[in-house]
């Protein structure tokens, strides 16, 4: 059945996959976007031009609106989430959160892999002092502020909330973030990965994955929170040494004490960060392995690097 879909922040990576993936489904698609990004759709999808962190905005744009989904891709702060609660309470079917892995951080260090149930969102803290919306502080307010967010929108109620905390998502050139990117090059360089635990395992996921899960997800009926992830986690190290056997290189690797000064590579932790995918399978949804899709993945980060 066609449904009306919303996607705030449908312009790039696996944002841009996931509203592929809603028109090929044969959905009617709208993105909310500041319009600094180009997108492929042409005619096929309606635009609105709007900043999801104003709220002025953002009431005025969706005024007389509604739709049977929304994903919201770009909900990175508890003011963003309380936008959403003013914005779309009463008006929408379901809403869609995009989270992170990286919210379990917060947790004391686990050597098993994480339950959506280990994180305890309603006893989150909400900052409502912090200044969330400072450009200057995007990075370092990344992982509290789509906790607080995840915690804002549990405790009001008020949307028919999905949360999915996606494992670290590794795709093709289009990856903006550069990790894997990193490994590829330190690859190619001849540099030396400076390591501190190769059995720290971290789950991952691929691109395209990650938007067909989200797709998965914005048609199903459960609430709260799930967590994806493909089968397969991998340390740093375990990433580092593979990346070199696609490119047909010799790993270089330097065993580091965890707290020994210096600049270490991406998904590098002391204490694994792997996510327990059993709530998304009960409810139906099949995962990939890794070893799957990530060798294709290097190989086109390693044409880039040429």
């Given at each position: 059945m066609?449904k009306n879909c919303?996607?705030?922040?449908?312009t790039?990576y696996?944002?841009?996959?996931l509203v592929?993936r809603?028109?090929?489904?044969?959905?009617?698609v709208?993105v909310?976007?500041?319009?600094?990004a180009?997108?492929p759709?042409g005619?096929r999808i309606?635009?609105i031009?709007?900043?999801?962190?104003?709220e002025h905005a953002?009431r005025?744009?969706f005024?007389?609106?509604s739709y049977d989904?929304v994903?919201?891709q770009m909900?990175y702060s508890?003011?963003?989430a309380?936008?959403?609660?003013?914005?779309?309470?009463?008006k929408?079917?379901?809403?869609?959160?995009?989270?992170?892995?990286?919210a379990?951080?917060e947790?004391a260090?686990?050597d098993?892999a994480?339950r959506?149930?280990?994180?305890?969102?309603?006893?989150?803290?909400?900052?409502?002092?912090y200044?969330?919306?400072?450009?200057?502080r995007?990075i370092?307010?990344?992982?509290?502020?789509?906790?607080q967010a995840?915690?804002?929108?549990?405790?009001d109620g008020s949307?028919?909330?999905?949360t999915?905390?996606?494992?670290?998502v590794?795709?093709?050139?289009?990856?903006f973030?550069?990790?894997?990117?990193?490994?590829?090059?330190?690859?190619?360089l001849?540099?030396?990965?400076?390591y501190?635990?190769?059995a720290?395992?971290?789950?991952?996921?691929?691109?395209?994955e990650?938007?067909?899960?989200l797709?998965?997800t914005?048609?199903?009926?459960?609430r709260?929170p799930?967590n994806a992830?493909?089968d397969?986690?991998?340390?740093?190290f375990?990433l580092?040494?593979?990346v070199a056997?696609?490119?047909?290189?010799?790993p270089?690797?330097?065993n580091?004490?965890?707290?020994?000064p210096?600049?270490?590579?991406?998904?590098?932790f002391?204490?694994?960060l792997?996510l327990?995918?059993?709530?998304?399978?009960?409810?139906?949804?099949?995962?990939?392995?890794t070893?799957?899709w990530?060798?294709?993945?290097?190989r086109?980060?390693?044409?880039a690097f040429v």
């Open positions: 066609q919303l996607v705030i922040g449908g790039r696996f944002g841009k996959l592929q809603l028109l090929r489904a044969g959905h009617r709208t909310a976007t500041r319009g600094y180009p997108d759709f005619e309606s635009r031009r709007v900043d999801r962190r104003n953002m005025n744009a005024r007389d609106r989904v994903f919201d909900c508890p003011l963003d309380a936008i959403s609660v003013r914005v779309f309470a009463g929408v079917g379901r809403y869609v959160m995009t989270s992170t892995i990286d379990y951080r947790l260090p686990r098993t994480l959506e149930a280990d994180l305890p969102v309603l006893a989150q803290r909400i900052d409502t002092a200044p969330w919306h400072d450009p200057a995007a370092e307010s990344y992982v509290a502020g789509k906790l995840e915690a804002y929108l549990e405790r949307l028919p909330l999905a999915v905390r996606l494992a670290h590794l795709g093709g050139p289009e990856d973030t550069g990790r894997l990117a990193h490994y590829v090059d330190l690859v190619r001849r540099g030396t990965l400076r501190t635990n190769a720290a395992k971290v789950s991952f996921m691929e691109a395209q990650a938007a067909d899960f797709l998965w914005g048609m199903q009926d459960f709260g799930v992830a493909s397969g986690a991998l340390s740093a375990d580092h040494a593979r056997e696609v490119l047909d290189e010799t270089r690797s330097l580091l004490a965890a707290d020994a210096g600049i270490l590579s991406p998904f590098d002391a204490t694994p792997a327990d995918t059993s709530r998304a399978k009960a409810l139906g949804y099949r995962f990939g392995h070893g799957d990530l060798d294709d993945v290097i086109q980060h390693d044409l």
